[in-house]
């Protein structure tokens, strides 16, 4: 356990010494034919692993499509699972190329880490999870609880502030990892578990009897959660950034997995310029004219990422929420393919 | 015609000369030198390249961060603090705890190793097997596991705050942690500490004359009824004038917790548990060694001048067996405190917990943060072993090696 940051920091240390500041990402992922994507560790939703040992996940399958967009490959991805408090080292060194593990854009985190948040892939919000047997029915009737937190996350500064502004006592436990905070939150040590919404209800399905345990209302902040790149690579911080922004997209146009082949053959204006049979939009990129077939072919558009991984056809059953659609009542936007 | 005999250069600068080049004199010094300018020049480069690649990826960099405002909690704090204080305090609170977990773990390391050796050690056929489970089970399991074996195992057989285990109603277990009575200082206190000092100064006094007596003179004195008055006699009577030191806050059960009262957490003792189980397996073995190392016959004597078991052991083997147990005992101790790092996995606060976690996550930086802490664990290593250095020389000192 305490050996992963030390290690991380050296090998931050001893890469930053040799390599240079403008790294051309896409080169090196081209070369190695790999792409090295940093996940969270087990979450279900977002980045876990299935039975057959296959990654799954909103954030696994954003590195799909990049993967996808560049080599017509979904499965050339390498992923690297982080804790919360080791990610940032991991992309600093350069160990990974892409950071996609639920990671809330904040403005420190924007400018002091070397590192830029590429889109949002899922709006979230930090809640609070507690036994159904204890009783309470809003976050306010919780002084005095013993809380259950990961390490290294915005969590804790926001469960800092909440309890403060409302004059609320209560006493912290970090855990490194989420499977050992919920372990201690399912023994009794603490009354609360709190993380982001999304996390709650992940989690709460790794609990023995997920019905004895209730997400309390409140949503105490916002939880922008998207990918990151280094600093000094625009080229490449433009691919990450454009791979969400063709699956948004996709489903504005009613794009999806299955009928993307019928619908490359389309005469509309904007379909053409999507799938490249008009313009070279995929070149100026650094990629080719199929990118965006590329990329739904993989995983689908970003409603169909949702639904596979969080959504509807998911154990989480999460509803869209602020994640639909800008169109449709969500905040789902994404600039035009033009 | 006499020839003079050639004066041999002065001894200093032989000795500088050896001192600085070795068997290779002034050559060797050369080398010496050119490998230390050549080590700094890695070293600087090494620095100053990774400070230019920093700020070209603008990345922070720079020790102003520890003025910032934290913005989180921690669980234990042996110093006040709260979520406003600066990065500064949450290093301090987490050196407080690895501290005080190192402190307690040394020491109860110490007292279940030394037993156990002896138990090894004893002509009782089941207690020495015992000790062998003991010592063979433990050392032989790694650390981490069995540190979530005591906090899980603990936290499990323990109920929750409302069906705590209640003593006297002032003490109560849960799985929140022991919460016992706090004590709140009165005006008799200062006078109070006063004396107790006194007392042990005084006993530490009389106990070094009566051995001094014994020693040259030949003379026993019987001092223990000296040492009772001061201990108690006097604290008491202090007592009686300035009247008592100490008022006790009971706790008392209030919404999800206790409120009052002082608490130990659950993570603490899961944490001093198991590193000083873990490490009293070893310092058995370095016991047990120590002793085996006197020679057998040292017993013998022991016990033809008539001494019993015990005291042979205390008073001629373990004096001749601490010269060898010293040395690999500092390495233990050392262990024990760098093992305390493994408190993250449990969730107690320690240096590593918050600053090297938190602390780090939250501000990114890596390099100097990584750096103090390293910086800790080495100046915190280097003492515990200056002090145990300090000791065995006091041991060897009095055995007159």
């Given amino acids: 356990m305490k050996r992963v940051p030390l290690a991380l920091t050296l090998a931050a240390a001893a890469a930053l010494s040799v390599q240079a500041a403008s790294a051309q990402t896409l080169k090196t992922v081209t070369d190695r034919g790999m792409l090295s994507c940093g996940v969270s560790a087990g979450l279900p939703g977002f980045s876990s692993p299935d039975d057959k040992g296959n990654w799954t996940g909103i954030d696994v399958d954003v590195c799909r499509g990049i993967a996808a967009a560049i080599f017509d490959d979904p499965t050339k991805v390498k992923f690297v699972p982080l804790s919360a408090k080791d990610r940032f080292t991991a992309l600093q060194s350069g160990e990974i190329d892409v950071l996609s593990r639920n990671t809330t854009w904040t403005l420190s985190r924007d400018t002091s880490l070397g590192a830029n948040f590429t889109g949002v892939t899922y709006y979230d919000g930090q809640g609070f999870m507690v036994k159904k047997s204890l009783k309470v029915n809003s976050a306010l009737e919780l002084n005095s609880a013993s809380v259950c937190v990961q390490t290294g996350t915005t969590t804790e500064q926001n469960l800092a502030d909440y309890f403060k502004g409302n004059n609320m006592k209560y006493e912290v436990i970090a855990f490194a990892s989420a499977d050992e905070t919920v372990k201690a939150y399912e023994s009794g040590r603490c009354d609360v578990f709190t993380s982001d919404v999304s996390q709650l209800y992940a989690m709460r399905l790794k609990l023995a009897n997920p019905a004895d345990h209730v997400v309390l209302p409140e949503i105490i902040s916002k939880e922008p959660l998207g990918p990151m790149v280094r600093h000094g690579d625009d080229q490449w911080f433009d691919i990450v950034k454009w791979v969400l922004f063709a699956q948004i997209n996709a489903e504005e146009m009613g794009v999806t997995q299955k009928n993307v082949d019928e619908m490359a053959k389309s005469d509309k204006p904007d379909l053409k310029r999507a799938f490249g049979t008009d313009g070279n939009l995929g070149e100026q990129l650094g990629l080719t004219k199929d990118w965006f077939a590329r990329i739904i072919k993989a995983v689908g558009n970003y409603g169909e990422m949702f639904d596979r991984n969080v959504g509807a056809g998911s154990k989480l059953q999460i509803a869209r929420g602020l994640n639909q659609l800008w169109n449709k009542g969500g905040i789902q936007y994404a600039p035009p393919i033009r | ?102 402190g307690i773990g040394i020491v109860f390391a110490t007292i279940i190793g030394f037993s156990i050796a002896l138990c090894r050690l004893s002509p009782n056929w089941l207690v020495s097997r015992l000790g062998e489970i003991y010592v063979e089970i433990v050392r032989n399991l790694p650390l981490l596991f069995q540190l979530l074996f005591w906090y899980l195992a603990v936290l499990a057989a323990l109920p929750g705050p409302r069906q705590s285990i209640n003593l006297f109603n002032a003490f109560f277990l849960s799985n929140r942690g022991l919460v016992i009575p706090r004590p709140i200082g009165q005006v008799g206190l200062d006078p109070f500490l006063v004396a107790v000092a006194i007392g042990i100064l005084g006993s530490l006094l009389l106990r070094g004359y009566a051995r001094r007596a014994l020693f040259q003179r030949g003379q026993a004195i019987r001092i223990w009824p000296y040492v009772l008055g001061l201990l108690i006699g006097l604290p008491t009577v202090t007592m009686l004038i300035f009247g008592v030191p100490l008022t006790f806050e009971l706790p008392q059960l209030k919404g999800f917790n206790f409120s009052g009262g002082s608490r130990v957490i659950p993570e603490l003792v899961a944490l001093v548990v198991a590193l000083s189980t873990y490490t009293a397996a070893f310092i058995a073995e370095i016991v047990r060694a120590g002793i085996l190392s006197v020679h057998k016959g040292q017993m013998e004597a022991g016990s033809s001048l008539g001494l019993s078991r015990g005291d042979t052991l205390r008073l001629i083997v373990m004096p001749q067996a601490m010269r060898v147990i010293v040395p690999p005992l500092t390495n233990q101790y050392l262990n024990l405190t760098k093992n305390s790092s493994l408190a993250v996995a449990i969730g107690y606060p320690d240096l590593v917990s918050v600053f090297a976690g938190t602390t780090l996550s939250q501000t990114g930086q890596a390099i100097e943060i990584i750096a103090i802490t390293m910086g800790v664990y080495l100046v915190l290593s280097l003492i515990t072993s200056a002090v145990m250095s300090v000791y065995g020389w006091r041991i060897n000192r009095s055995l007159g090696a």
């Fill in chain 2, 1 to 102: 015609m006499t020839t003079e005999p050639r004066k041999p250069p002065p001894q200093y600068v032989l000795r500088v000369k050896r001192a600085l080049g070795g068997q290779a004199g002034w050559t060797g010094l050369a080398v010496q030198i050119l490998f230390a300018a050549v080590l700094a020049w890695v070293t600087y480069e090494i620095v100053a390249n990774a400070r230019a690649n920093l700020e070209t990826q603008r990345i922070a960099s720079g020790f102003g961060f520890l003025k910032n405002t934290a913005g989180f909690d921690v669980s234990q704090n042996l110093i006040s603090y709260t979520g406003s204080d600066t990065y500064t305090r949450v290093f301090l609170v987490g050196l407080l705890n690895t501290l005080l977990v190192s």
